[in-house]
């Protein structure tokens, strides 16, 4: 169970730690200072990317007829279980799965290794699916008629960063539409979220596919080392998002 009492401002940073020798010149040091905005560059595009993979993945299980059916026309906990949790924790290693009705209310919640049956959306999911919500009034109903050949929908998404009892998730909602139209979703349909958590197995993965060495996680109050570049990860709102530091020192 979230407990939304628990939510606090959080600040994640992303360090890159530079070798800088004692009395380096000027001119050293604005190199070091072009590498370091260069790294705070790189992990910050790497966490948006991620976040646009996490909705791709998304994307498959809720752009689907197959998801209309059994989320929206007539609930099916089995396949929700199977196809969403499931699939969404041991094949894509989200830690989070959520399934919220037309009016926002949870029909199906995990939580790592708890299921929450009765709970309240926390902040972080509030904004998410009122973004979805936005998109969706924006679209406006689809039309009934006959199945297509082609693709009928796009992906109506949100991602955020946020801070959810006391860990830190790249999260992201996707609205339930149909792909072809042999089934039609209700004029408020069903919102998944999924989330992955931001630890030091991420830190470490993240670390290896840009090539920076002995990424860390850290408090957020360690003091500044000279030659240590950071990039401050916000939320939506434009504030930090959690009270911890990722390092990664850059060679």
Not at 31 to 46: C, F, I
Not at 146 to 156: D, F, G, T
Request: hydrophobic share 45%; net charge neutral.
């Amino acid at each position: 169970m979230l407990d939304l009492m628990a939510w606090v401002a959080l600040t994640l940073t992303i360090v890159a730690a530079a070798s800088v020798a004692w009395g380096i010149t000027a001119a050293m040091g604005e190199t070091d200072r072009s590498a370091q905005v260069r790294e705070e560059k790189l992990v910050a595009n790497g966490l948006r990317l991620r976040a646009a993979e996490i909705g791709k993945v998304l994307e498959t299980e809720t752009v689907w007829d197959d998801a209309v059916q059994n989320l929206d026309n007539n609930w099916n906990a089995s396949w929700a279980e199977s196809n969403l949790v499931q699939f969404f924790t041991a094949t894509s290693g989200f830690r989070l799965v959520y399934v919220f009705d037309g009016q926002d209310r949870l029909r199906r919640g995990h939580d790592g290794t708890l299921d929450a049956t009765e709970q309240t959306a926390a902040p972080a999911m509030s904004r998410l699916i009122a973004k979805v919500r936005a998109k969706e009034l924006a679209r406006g109903p689809f039309v009934v008629g006959p199945a297509s050949k082609a693709l009928i929908s796009k992906p109506l998404q949100a991602t955020e960063i946020a801070a959810i009892d006391g860990r830190i998730y790249i999260l992201a909602a996707s609205l339930v539409q149909p792909d072809f139209g042999t089934r039609w979703p209700s004029a408020r349909a069903p919102v998944v979220v999924v989330g992955q958590e931001v630890n030091e197995s991420f830190v470490e993965r993240m670390s290896r596919y840009y090539l920076l060495d002995s990424a860390r996680l850290e408090a957020a109050g360690a003091p500044s080392q000279a030659g240590w570049a950071r990039t401050a990860l916000n939320g939506s709102d434009g504030r930090p998002v959690k009270a911890t530091n990722v390092s990664v020192p850059n060679c």
